[in-house]
T-cell receptor, first 115, second 110 residues
């Protein structure tokens, strides 16, 4: 499809396990963002990638969270030693050229439940 | 710190009426403001945006108003329909970072 896709759509894991969440941005979009959304809450910025520049990791809540973007396209958000407070919907967005204040296009999200 | 917030967390309107969702922002240097709509189980979807050099912008059934004097942003939806039921987020942007407000839940009464 032409939109942002994320996988899996749902992930249930046990406390202490590691999880990987995947984002496929819109082809040609150079900027990619990860957000976290807790139930009934707004969007919490996590990390931002722009082209080959160093990512803006200022929103990552702890060192258990990391993300990479390979080949300027697909991104993976990894959460190590998951905790129950990590349960949330993780949203990915991409945009064509961030310096032009253009629209971010969101994927459907991955709902993570940590038991 | 800087923040974007909404006056009303929930809003119920009668089908056919106009809806107004309000938003306050605190960063006077923000150059770009966006409204997103998020339906249940989906990611946010862009509705309309406005730059700081404008005070009004219209789309299809939606109008965004920006009052920089009081740092206030509003989204007006004309002839609200059941399909408009969703959570609406305002956001302020400064180049490559967008800060989202907490959201307002809009319920349309048939």
């Amino acid at each position: 499809g032409a939109g942002v896709s994320q996988s899996p759509s749902n992930k249930v894991t046990e406390k202490g396990k590691d999880v990987e969440l995947r984002c496929d941005p819109i082809s040609g979009h150079t900027a990619l963002y990860w957000y976290r959304q807790s139930l009934g809450q707004g969007l919490e910025f996590l990390i931002y990638f722009q082209g080959n520049s160093a990512p803006d990791k200022s929103g990552l809540p702890s060192d258990r969270f990391s993300a990479e973007r390979t080949g300027g396209s697909v991104s993976t958000l990894t959460i190590q030693r998951t905790q129950q407070e990590d349960s949330a919907v993780y949203l990915c967005a991409s945009s064509l050229w961030s310096r032009q204040l253009v629209t971010q296009y969101f994927g459907p999200g991955t709902r993570l439940t940590v038991l | 710190g800087e923040s974007v917030g909404l006056h009303l967390p929930t809003l119920s309107v009668q089908e056919g009426d106009n809806s107004i969702i309000n938003c306050a922002y605190s960063n006077s240097a923000s150059d770009y403001f966006i409204w997103y709509k998020q339906e249940s189980g989906k990611g946010p979807q862009f509705i309309i945006d406005i730059r700081s050099n404008m005070d009004k912008r219209q789309g299809q059934r939606v109008t965004v108003l920006l009052n920089k004097t009081v740092k206030h942003l509003s989204l007006q939806i004309a002839a609200t329909q059941p399909g408009d039921s969703a959570v609406y987020f305002c956001a302020e942007g400064d180049y490559d970072k967008v800060i989202f407000g907490p959201g307002t839940s809009l319920s349309v009464i048939p």
